[in-house]
């Protein structure tokens, strides 16, 4: 199909295998971006808006640092993350919407920014986070 359509780039196509032992391999793999494996029965097609597949996610944890937040410091909607590289401070992701819940707990953790370095209500410098 790949081929006779002459799909490309954005178009992948994924490896599937019956095998445990192959996709324990392919859970090692989150280093280069893969975020889980999908299951499956061998005679199920693809159905649109359909159930009956199951996603195994692989979740790993990391320290980051808050770099900025959508909405206040005392009702954060969302949280932007970096981690340093070589002394720059490097985007490495987003949280999703935070509930109420998550909210008021990470506001109790938050402070503005010491030495002049805050920028409330400013996109951060180009390139002053990497792009995702």
Known sequence: MFAARGLITPWVLCPSTTDPDTVREWLTWTSVGLEGVLFKRLDDAYRPSG??????????????????VTGSLTAPRGLLLGRYDDGRLQYT????????????????QLAPARHGRGRAGRSPPSGALARH
């Open 93 to 108: 992701g987003r949280t999703s919407t935070l509930t109420r819940t998550a909210s008021a707990t990470v506001a109790g």
């Open 51 to 68: 159930r009956g597949w199951q996603k195994y996610k692989v979740y790993e944890t990391t320290e980051a640092i808050v770099a900025a």
